[in-house]
């Protein structure tokens, strides 16, 4: 499963929940289910084959299922079943016998479903249980996570037709353990079962579930029933159904069907948006020496998806984001492109091979996420994946819940809580240090021999040791004890001394955190005369250092040299050699920290010297930075600056850095880049027309607010946000429309970002359906972000609104005081909702 959790995402929404003076006090005993270890659920009985048969009801949110369900005992005999069935009616439960269906005595509680299967059972037995039931998702409550926002297993998309515009749909979301909403089953990833699923639907809907449409048949009442069969075992939490209006694009990869399904209205782009696809398969196969192992791959794009993607065994089920224009993909895939690669890894690692229980997540997240590096640096270049692996680290290094949680982690309060920056982006690092410690050959053929030795089964941890302890030769112990079974991170201070007597140049190595001192296997790379020469070297105490006998002093030291270490580091180099190092080391990260280091002192000339290279930088991500860093303002760097940056603003080859090239002219405030402003708002990307929209209204409010206007058709992410911005400082109530709907469209990095702007135009609306409209939009925002802490902002931000209503009635005539009492009793009803999640 992919979740959209980004470094800038998570400070957004910690700076917002700091700003606002409503954190609640904490109870100063330790919550005592943090402590309960959570033991792989014992197998009583396996799960063999799966077969159902089910309907929907639209009107009331049901689906009417029945299921043949073979399992076996797993070791000892047994004359019971439970199954996992949350929130059904069960109609009736009864053994297949000669083909005829007997009935069996059975307890329900709504959750677990107990069965007396009327006689004992040995592991050389099998039996098949039928069961009659009715799913009843909507009438179900259930928890979410950081990845998943609900967890009731089928949606029923915009069931009514109510929404005018919105495709009906109808789709599922098994992980972690919501399948069994929807099918009574043993909801466990250490259970594996073939899978027969049968869905009958208006015959105007596209069907889609895990294996081969095996037959399609038109029924007389205007239906059709598909089925669909996965004839290799994968576990319940993969199954899945999506129904719908979608059109198919056929692709493939080697003799493999490769189809994507799309709204129409997307349907002609789909080779842009999933036309990588098999080029990925293609180069993770070579890479694990390993074919994809299943026999199609499909993807569909839904409405409404409450996480980012999951990887359903050969039917993944993506978020409507990934679905984009040719203008659009203008300003890069970016998150779209990388979800797609995550996924389609994990079926390998997750489906191909499952984690055998929710502590051992890693093992599936860990490497998906790794995946994301691997293709962006095959794709893309090392420029690529060095930065992607880079702002991962940042975005664990940021949470600061993530230092006290293990990677496989037995002790935990919830199974959802597994899915946070700890199994994805930190663990992907450990993969990344992993890789390097043992080497690309080693490591991959190591990991050809997991997936090997489990196929179609299920995998945890110590598996993956000892399938690259095996291959490698090496012991793995000490990495696994301090990286999977531990805790935090190494923050590592480095300095440096120069003895020109000896000839010899000290490194200080010091551990600071308060934990035990980490194990790190490094590289230092030494600079002399221009000269580089690499030393291997493992530091295994807190503090330490390191002496090297040099014919001079050294141009630059550059500790942990491949910049693969997960750490915190604080590196004491003097500016001289920051500026060596970006000439020279060329990695992206060791120019990325010289950049970082010259934006301190913009004043010393070593540091301009860094910025003004910088600015030429082959890879477009630096040269952004560097545009970021420098101030236009400043007299004696702004000056030298300003030739580059108009040249990027112009006629760079990547629209992100001529975009962050035009925010950075705006802030000079200066009417003579106006027309250059305006002939940018001519190029397709909306990236470069918002930030010379922004820019116009920098300068002159009321054209931007004509210009705002004439733009509004065709206007998503950059160019939305800058409509919306100014039409929420300058616009008014006519301007509403526009605002509700792009802000309900909007990423939620631009949501965060214009959440208080938007607050501020409620309180100006007098339109009571518009009001009503936009407290929809924070309330949702308060439940989809809850374990963010974003309900108590969005409550402060209602309550504001409330309160301003609430100012206005002193002096409102008698119409418009009914229309803000309306408003106000809305608001009010709202935060008392919100109170209660």
Request: hydrophobic fraction near 40%.
């Amino acid at each position: 499963m992919k979740f959209l959790h980004h470094s800038k995402f998570l400070l957004a929404a910690l700076v917002l929940a700091s700003t606002y003076s409503f954190a609640q006090k904490q109870d100063a005993t330790p919550d005592q289910t943090l402590k309960i270890y959570r033991a792989t659920p014992d197998k009583i009985n396996d799960l063999v084959n799966t077969k159902l048969d089910v309907k929907f009801d639209y009107a009331k949110c049901y689906l009417y299922g029945k299921a043949w369900i073979t399992l076996k005992p797993h070791f000892y005999a047994t004359d019971s079943l439970t199954l996992n069935a949350k929130g059904m009616d069960i109609h009736k439960v009864a053994m297949i016998k000669n083909g005829k269906a007997e009935p069996l005595k059975f307890q329900y509680d709504s959750l677990q479903l107990k069965i007396n299967l009327g006689k004992s059972f040995t592991r050389n037995d099998s039996y098949t249980i039928y069961i009659d039931y009715t799913s009843k998702p909507n009438e179900l409550k259930t928890k979410g996570s950081a990845a998943i926002s609900n967890a009731k297993g089928l949606y029923f998309i915009n069931p009514d037709s109510s929404v005018k515009g919105k495709p009906v749909q109808i789709w599922t979301q098994g992980e972690t353990e919501a399948s069994s909403v929807w099918f009574p089953t043993i909801d466990h990833p250490n259970q594996k079962t073939t899978e027969e699923i049968s869905m009958t639907v208006p015959n105007k809907y596209v069907t889609l579930s895990n294996g081969a449409l095996i037959s399609k048949k038109i029924n007389k009442d205007g239906t059709r029933t598909d089925t669909w069969k996965m004839d290799k075992p994968h576990s319940p939490y993969l199954f899945m159904m999506a129904v719908g209006d979608f059109k198919i694009y056929h692709d493939k990869w080697k003799n493999t069907p490769v189809d994507y399904y799309l709204e129409p209205a997307y349907a002609p782009y789909a080779k842009q948006i999933f036309g990588k696809t098999p080029a990925m398969i293609d180069f993770y196969s070579k890479k694990l020496g390993i074919d994809y192992p299943w026999n199609k791959y499909d993807q569909i794009v839904v409405r409404d998806y409450v996480s980012g993607a999951m990887e359903n065994t050969t039917a993944t089920l993506h978020g409507d984001y990934v679905q984009q224009t040719p203008r659009e993909m203008l300003d890069g895939r970016g998150e779209a492109e990388f979800t797609i690669a995550h996924e389609l890894f994990h079926q390998w690692f997750g489906d191909y091979v499952t984690a055998e229980s929710w502590s051992n997540i890693s093992v599936n997240e860990s490497f998906a996420d790794f995946s994301e590096t691997l293709w962006a640096e095959h794709a893309e270049g090392q420029d690529a994946g060095d930065e992607h692996n880079y702002e991962a680290m940042q975005s664990y290094l940021a949470d600061p819940t993530a230092q006290t949680k293990d990677l496989i982690r037995f002790h935990y309060k919830d199974k959802e809580d597994v899915f946070d920056v700890v199994s994805y982006q930190k663990g992907g690092r450990i993969l990344n240090m992993l890789r390097h410690y043992l080497g690309e050959d080693a490591f991959f053929k190591g990991l050809n021999l997991y997936l090997t030795q489990n196929a179609l089964g299920n995998g945890e941890a110590q598996q993956l040791r000892l399938a690259l302890e095996q291959v490698s030769g090496k012991d793995l112990n000490w990495f696994f004890n301090q990286w999977y079974y531990g805790a935090g991170n190494p923050n590592l201070t480095i300095n440096y001394t120069w003895d020109e007597a000896s000839k010899t140049e000290t490194v200080y190595l010091e551990q600071t955190q308060k934990e035990d001192a980490f194990q790190l296997p490094m590289k230092i790379d030494v600079y002399v005369n221009g000269k580089k020469e690499r030393h291997n070297y493992w530091m295994s105490s807190k503090s330490d250092s390191v002496k090297f006998t040099l014919s001079s002093k050294p141009d630059l030291v550059n500790v942990d040299a491949e910049k693969i270490l997960l750490m915190r580091k604080t590196d004491n180099h003097t500016i001289d050699e920051y500026a060596f190092q970006y000439k020279n080391a060329q990695l992206y990260v060791d120019r990325l920290e010289a950049i970082n280091a010259a934006a301190k002192d913009l004043k010393d000339a070593k540091a301009q010297e860094i910025i003004l290279s910088a600015l030429k930088d082959p890879y477009y991500g630096l040269r952004i930075k560097a545009i970021k860093a420098l101030k236009l303002d400043d007299a004696d760097l702004g000056k030298k600056a300003l030739p580059e940056i108009i040249k990027i603003a112009k006629t760079d080859d990547h629209t992100l850095a001529r975009a962050a090239a035009i925010e950075a002219l705006a802030g000079l405030k200066d009417q003579s880049y106006m027309s250059l402003f305006k002939d940018a708002l001519k190029n397709p990307s909306y990236a470069i027309d918002g930030a010379a929209l922004n820019a116009i209204a920098d300068l002159d409010e009321t054209e931007a607010l004509t210009l705002a206007k004439s733009l509004e058709k065709d206007s998503k992410n950059d160019l939305a946000a800058a409509i919306m911005q100014i039409y929420m400082s300058n616009g008014d109530e006519a301007n509403f429309p526009y605002v509700i709907k792009a802000f309900g469209a909007a990423s939620i990095q631009n949501k965060f970002q214009l959440v208080n702007g938007f607050a501020t135009m409620l309180m100006k609306v007098n339109n009571t359906d518009y009001v009503k409209q936009g407290v929809d939009e924070l309330k949702g925002l308060a439940v989809q972000y809850k374990v963010y802490g974003l309900d108590r902002f969005m409550k402060v931000m209602l309550t504001n609104v409330m309160n301003n209503k609430k100012t206005q009635l002193a002096s409102a005539d008698d119409q418009l005081k009914v229309q803000l009492n309306n408003q106000i009793n809305y608001i009010q009803k709202n935060l008392d909702e919100i109170a209660h999640l």
